[in-house]
Nanobody, 113 residues
């Protein structure tokens, strides 16, 4: 069964940047679109961005123009480059292979001065 491991979170000041990574085990990564989702304390998990097998991206309006999703199928890895971070971006970020009910442990992002 595929496993997902997210990393790259941390504490950053407003306006700062972070780059999240998601590494998938096994050899099925390239067959699936990849999504990034986030969940803030007390809130439901929400969509952030997706990228198709052919690297076509889609973004939530709240992050459009600030976040960039990418993937490297040779390394079974997806990234989320987050720029111009805002306090409302504070959440635990998760990646997912769309269509599979597999989630990693998430990586915590805190945007605060």
């Amino acid at each position: 069964q595929v496993q997902l491991v997210e990393s790259g979170g941390g504490l950053v000041q407003p306006g700062g940047s972070l780059r999240l990574s998601c590494v998938a085990s096994g050899n099925i990564f390239s067959r699936y679109a990849v999504g990034w989702f986030r969940q803030a304390p007390g809130k439901q998990r929400e969509f952030v961005a997706t990228i198709t097998h052919f690297s076509s991206p889609n973004y939530a309006d709240s992050v459009k123009g600030r976040f960039t999703i990418s993937r490297d199928n040779d390394r079974n890895t997806a990234h989320l480059q987050m720029n111009s971070l805002k306090p409302e971006d504070t959440a635990t970020y998760y990646c997912n292979l769309l269509g599979l009910s597999v989630w990693g442990q998430g990586t915590r992002v805190t945007v605060s001065s």
